[in-house]
């Protein structure tokens, strides 16, 4: 006997090495295998014995005193979700009672992923959601889509609701490390209690708060994240040797003649002063060679980054202390980032301080108060060209030309033409003007001028619940958020963005006598704004089980809201912090500029705005569950706002959902051992999205003409039928959970129509609209699409084995679009050729569209590009473009329709690892290609030069056209636009890597350590299949885009 | 918490949403918000050169009083060239859309505050009944000039003739409808009757209008419809108030302009719409034949090359406002029409005695049934390109006696208009048919 039970004992410590045996009235503490043995072997002091194993429920065993050996069998967990509640911002919601579309990130999950910006947390993790770029940034707000776009030109963003509130700043200050849970509502029945503001989606989010009779406990969180130097050399960029060939080419036909000579000429680069040097006989044709020679050989590229561009490093800090007891709940945080930037001279930080207490007030009464300050301060080098490669700016619309040299070899500073030649700067410096000579370093590392912005958010948000008899509580909030927005320009006096400004207003007398109009000193703008946002709310919720088997859920309530946005700006010249002197200009008289280029004013950097929306709202809904399997919902909202016409107010017409659910698998004659969970669901309902139209009248104050009494101009025409855009959406959705939940997730579709979306359109001008071209046009409700698709998420466990476990999330959404009308739509092909992410909506087709002009390849004669006009090869390239709409080649949307993520994650005892790939599919973009006249006015150039047509034959293996001077503008602009450069968008991407360590807790008991994990996180790891052939990101097709980044962390728990 | 909630919720009833999104922008609530609508000289008067003005200028730009040299209209865009040979069918271009957009924004400004007056308390002050009186007044103003150019010459079939469109309201969403001829000057004619109680006998700017220039607009309204005994006797009530007439022996000759804007004679001041007409028409020999060369209007209108220079904005546009000449030419009209010979010449010379040379002026010496027609004759030598010319061809066009046909010669041919014809009505655009349906004009 004996040995038997020693044989299974040993066997289970076999195969569950990780078993952990807690001993009671140890207080739980784990104790180790060896420590096991002793007590199970020897001493009867011990009562309970309770095992734990990852993929196992727990068990607890009571051992007898004279039991010697026991046999112990660990069920295999049935998993569950995590979190079992859904939050509406008005409601929190068992999850299995809800009839509507919700998508949760746990706190679980949102420990894992270390980024700074919270909404980095939905990526890849929600089915439905699409960023406008997959790689998030940490300092601005992602633009996102939920369920696609349900508007045309209106805002598309979704509604953020912070602890309960409508969120109104920038979303950005909120740090993860605060963040409980995040809910994404997708659908009618989950938004529509948001009403009119709810129609792309609401996301919720929740911070942490402490639990009853929790011990206090400390969470202290650090992280350092690294990235490298953008990698510049893959941007398609022409090559020195080929860029110099084109300059001496258009020399040499006398394109830059009229440059040089007119009295104020433009800069040019080394080669064309080289050239016209030896044109001039200054220089032998020797010298001139050797000096263009050398300059083939360089990238400004290696310059760039090895100046421009940095390491990047951010540092994260958190803090946090929660707890609670039967009279008072907390959570305390303090949070600090620091970020140094890969743009040289760029930095930013964030802080912030969270309170979130609950104090219970006797039995019935629980104040609950939110209060936040948070502040993040950005300092950017400024101009903001001066580092980006991209923007990089010569003045007089000239980037960095290939072979520019920032520093010698030596490593001093070098100068570039800037503006005008040299030589007319050099004269108007001897005449007495400023310094004129444009050092890019110089302008980086000494006289640098900087822009701050800070912004600082003070959040207090304090709620009343009161509950009077059991299933019925009063709740009143208040939320009181102000966000002020500094923003500080320092322009430095001596840099060449101030030395330039004050050179083009000086004046020089008939004496020769120069004045400067604008004071030598430094400039200073300013920007302050304010955005003040006060909300409150009363509601009423009842909640009770009537007899067994009837459960009733109700809420009514009331909200108002108002938002406030106050901003003004200000510029002081010749200002010295010594003293906060500024000089006095003047702003009246007009200026001719130093280089005669015209004249003007000096800039008046003066100006005030002021928004105020306000909303007044009433809401309720009513859920009622039947024997716990069949539930009915529905919601009702009524808004009112200063935003809409007097009639929508007064309509009083209610946006609303109905929604049903079924869960089948509770059904009594539904008794399946593999089905833990089917249920049904589906919605239907109306929210809103409030655009930017105004239905009152509007009017601006002047003076009349002729009488000079006081003239009101309408700016606004009363339209009092203005409404906000409405959604209408159509949910069904299927809830499944197999083999005890190792397969589960929900599958669901939905069907939209957006109404009366907000455009400008065409109006009969009888109503007297209208402006002095003959168009009329006002803002109106006059366009509808549709959208449907498929969102799928699905959660497996594939291996669950004691030692190894092996889950899988997939994220699967379909999203399909359509405009339906749209009243002024305009007809002309080249209407439709835009860049990748503009509107131009087109009846039948998707929001963002990618057409092309038909190509027919390059001409064998002369290697121009060719398309079609009715019917025949054409090269007549302004009828192409003015031809009708339906000449072009649709290749389809621009936005991913197929889009979603896959994750796997692997335990291997406290270690795990997960790994996210992001994929999207259907969609299309053009690349880039070469415009020869642009290149010859910008000095930015593509690499495709290198592959242009350059004699009969090569049509075969080039669709770039040929080099012709003088240039063709309109074959460039036929070609740019030409289904030559579409290129299909798909990729898989691996999106990133996480892998935790925790460390065992009996190896930091000794230190009071409750628990450490050890975390290591890696992102933007690049494509792994990419559906154009040449490889090209679609998102940075020729941009610099987000290096891998790498972090460290730890999270440490007292 | 709770007070702010109170606070707002007691707000809601009154202010909470008035308050306007962008606070740059003023919501016009006050009476001097309405009256300042009013005073926007541009949009109202057209008072300047660039902007558009309120009154369509198709009509005058088609009669024969003025010309182009073949090669200018060898250049006219298509739909200029067909309206001046009179085509029937033609395509709109930005010009055809202006001359309907632009009175109907003046239409939208005076719907504008005649709805916002409502809800204005004290009502019916005096600043409120002059605001009140000056936006029927416009309207009307506006309305009756687009009747001349839109609808069918009034006449026995107005009341199954169509009208014009009436808007009523300024709500940009509100349908309208397209009443009869006779239901539309009954709109127009109440208008003008309720704005005359309530303006001033003279207005503070001639920009506005008063009593004065109410009761001139219905002699020209009655004169039109052919009642011409109210004609005569609002032309009558008018100069009672504002009998100042401008001497042309006292007008600067050498100016480019010589007219005097806001000068004595004028009672309300207000510009149509510029066309090439205003500044590239050539005086035809026709029109130029009818003064004498004693007539100062001759070279106070004309240009030696025949350009018209006598509109009473100077250089900014051509007049279309109100002038006690005109109301004494009703006068003339109507009492030569009701037999009153002496009345008639009594107003008809307080003019001529105004336009000629001093000491070359003598009182007309012609029989009582000539003149009537030489009163129509002066009619069209003293309202040149004022919108009078076009009316009156429609009104006496359907009198035999006073019927003309008008001709124009263009590249070797002959075009002409008879004195019936649909082309006296012009076309509405066609955006205007999108999405209300006004049914179109027959031409």
Known sequence: ?1054 | MLIFLLVALVGCSKGFFEEINNNGLVVPETIEDMQALMDNTVVMNGATVSGGAPLPMLGESSTDDFYFPDDRVNRFQQVLRDLYLWTPEYMDDEQTVLNWMLPYKTVMYSNIVLDNLKKIVPQHTVAANNVEGTALFFRAYIYFHLAQIYAVPYGPNAVSDLGLPIRMTSDISLPFTRPSLAETYKMIIEDVEKASELLPNIPLYKTRPSKAAAYALLAKIHLVMGAYEKAGANARRSIALNNKILDFNAVDKKVEYPMPVLNDEVIFHINMINSVVNWEGIVSEDLYGLYQDNDLRKQLYFSPKGAFIGSYSAGTGLFGGLTTAENLLIDAECSAREGDYVQARQSLERLRMNRFVKDQYKTLDIADNQLLSEIISERRRELVLRGVTWSDLRRLNQDPKYARTMYRDFGGKRYELKPISSCYTFLIPTETQYPTGTPQNKR
């Open chain 1, 1 to 1054: 006997m004996f040995c038997r039970k020693a044989i299974i004992l040993l066997f289970l410590f076999i195969i569950l090495p990780f078993l952990i045996i807690t001993v009671s009235g140890q207080e739980g503490s784990p104790v180790s295998k060896s420590e096991i043995i002793d007590n199970v072997g020897g001493r009867d002091t011990v009562k309970n014995l309770e095992f734990s194993a990852i993929g196992y429920e727990n068990r607890t065993i009571r051992i007898q005193d004279s039991e010697k050996y026991l046999t112990v069998q660990l069920v295999p967990k049935v998993y569950s979700l995590e979190e079992t509640t859904v939050s509406t911002g008005y409601q929190i919601k068992p999850r299995e009672r809800v009839t509507g579309s919700f998508e949760l990130v746990g706190r679980s999950q949102i420990d894992r992923r270390i980024h700074q910006n919270v909404l980095e947390q939905l990526n890849g993790r929600v089915a439905s959601i699409r960023f406008d770029v997959p790689n998030v940034s940490s300092n601005v707000t992602p633009k996102m889509n939920i369920r696609g776009r349900n508007t045309i030109f209106s805002n598309d963003q979704p509604l953020y609701i912070l602890d309960n509130m409508a969120y109104d700043g920038d979303i950005t200050l909120i740090n993860s490390n605060d963040i409980e849970s995040i809910t994404v509502l997708k659908d009618a029945a989950a938004s529509s209690i948001w009403g009119a503001r709810a129609g792309n989606g609401v996301v919720v989010i929740r911070t942490k708060a402490g639990k009853e009779n929790d011990r206090p406990t400390v969470s202290f969180n650090s992280s350092l994240a690294y990235a490298p130097k953008p990698d510049l050399s893959r941007l398609k960029r022409i090559s020195s040797s080929d860029f110099i060939d084109f300059e001496t080419m258009l020399f040499n036909k006398g394109y830059y003649d009229s440059q040089l000579t007119r009295p104020y000429p433009v800069a040019q680069t080394p080669v064309v002063e080289t050239l016209v040097l030896l044109r001039n006989g200054l220089i032998d044709a020797q010298t001139a060679s050797s000096r263009i020679d050398r300059l083939r050989t360089i990238d400004v590229r290696d310059d760039v980054e090895r100046y421009l561009y940095t390491n990047k490093l951010v540092q994260q800090y958190g803090i946090n202390i929660r707890g609670g007891n039967s009279a008072l709940r907390y959570f305390l945080s303090a949070n600090y980032d620091h970020n140094k930037e890969d743009k040289v001279k760029n930095s930013n930080n964030r802080f912030s301080i969270r309170s979130n207490t609950s104090y219970q007030l006797g039995k019935k009464l629980e104040l609950t108060s939110n209060t936040v300050f948070s502040q993040k301060t950005l300092t950017n080098l400024y101009p903001s060209t001066l580092n980006d490669l991209t923007s990089f700016s010569l003045g007089s619309g000239k980037f960095l030309y290939p072979y520019a040299e920032l520093a010698a070899e030596d490593g001093a500073y070098l100068s570039l033409p800037n503006g005008l030649r040299d030589t007319f700067k050099e004269s108007a410096m001897e005449k007495g003007l400023l310094d004129w000579t444009f050092t890019p370093l110089d302008e980086i590392y000494h006289n640098t001028s900087s822009a701050t912005n800070k912004s600082t958010e003070y959040l207090f948000n304090p709620s009343l619940l009161y509950r009077p008899i059991e299933g019925v509580s009063l709740v009143a909030n208040y939320q009181y958020q102000k966000q002020v927005g500094n923003q500080q320009t320092l322009r430095d006096r001596n840099s060449y963005d101030v030395r330039n400004l004050i050179n083009r207003f000086a004046q020089v007398s008939a004496t020769g006598v120069v004045s400067f109009p604008i004071p030598v000193g430094h400039i200073l703008q300013t920007e302050a704004g304010e955005q003040r946002s006060q909300q409150g709310r009363v509601q009423a919720n009842f909640e009770r089980s009537v007899a067994t088997n009837h459960h009733i859920d109700a809420m009514l309530g009331m909200e108002v809201r108002e938002n406030r946005i106050i901003d003004h700006s200000n510029i002081a010249y010749g200002y010295a912090e010594r003293g906060l002197v500024s000089v006095p200009v003047d702003y009246v008289t007009r200026y001719k500029y130093y280089d005669a280029s015209g004249s003007g004013n000096i800039p008046y950097g003066v100006g005030m705005t002021s928004t105020t929306t306000r909303f007044f709202s009433y809401f309720g809904n009513l859920a009622y569950t039947f024997k716990g399997r069949y539930s009915l919902s529905g919601s009702a909202r009524v808004d009112q706002s200063n935003l809409f016409g007097v009639k929508t107010n007064n309509r009083k017409v209610p946006l609303w959902s109905m929604g049903g659910l079924w869960h089948i698998h509770q059904e009594d004659w539904f008794k399946t051992d593999w089905i833990d969970k089917l249920s049904l669901r589906s919605t239907f309902g109306y929210s809103g999205n409030v655009g930017d139209a105004v239905g009152i009248t509007t009017i601006t104050l002047s003076n009349a003409y002729l009488t000079n009494a006081a003239r009101a101009d309408v700016q606004n025409p009363p339209n009092e039928s203005l409404r906000w855009e409405k959604n209408r959406l159509l949910n069904f959705g299927l809830d499944f959970g197999f083999l005890k939940n190792r397969l589960s997730g929900s599958l669901e579709y939905y069907a939209k129509r957006n109404t009366d979306l907000l455009s400008n359109s065409d109006i009969d001008p009888t109503t007297g609209l209208g402006n002095l071209s003959g168009k009329s046009v006002f803002l109106g409700n006059v366009a509808t699409t549709t959208g449907n698709g498929v969102d799928l998420t699905l959660n497996t466990v594939n291996i669950r084995q004691p030692k190894f476990a092996w889950e899988s999330a997939i994220v699967f959404s379909v999203n399909h679009s359509k405009v339906q009308e749209y009243y002024s739509q305009s007809t002309t092909a080249q209407s439709y050729i835009n860049s990748n992410n503009s509107v131009t909506p087109l009846i039948g087709y998707p929001v963002y569209t990618v057409f092309g002009y038909q190509w027919a390849g390059l001409d064998p004669e002369n290697g121009m590009p060719r398309g079609y006009l009715d019917g025949e090869i054409s090269n007549e390239y302004s009828k192409i473009m003015n031809a009708p709409v339906g000449t072009l080649a649709y290749y389809g949307p621009a936005k991913a329709t197929v889009f979603g993520a896959l994750t796997n994650t692997l335990r291997y005892g406290d270690l795990s690892l997960t790994f996210n790939l992001g994929y999207r599919f259907g969609s299309y973009f053009k690349r880039s290609s070469i415009s020869y006249a642009m290149m010859a006015t910008s000095w930015a150039g593509h690499a495709d030069y290198a592959d242009r047509w350059q004699q009969s034959g090569d049509e075969k293996r080039t669709d770039v056209p040929a080099l012709v001077y003088p240039f063709n503008g309109n074959a460039t602009s036929f070609y740019i636009g030409s289904s030559a450069l579409v290129e299909k968008a798909d990729y898989i991407a691996l999106h990133d890597v996480y892998l935790d360590y925790s460390v065992r807790p009996e190896l930091l008991k000794r230190y009071g350590i409750k628990s450490l994990v050890l975390k290591g996180y890696v992102s933007n790891l690049g494509y792994l299949w990419l559906a154009n052939s040449r490889g090209l990101d679609p998102f940075y097709e020729n941009t610099v885009r987000p290096q891998k980044s790498f972090t460290l962390g730890l999270n440490l728990t007292f």
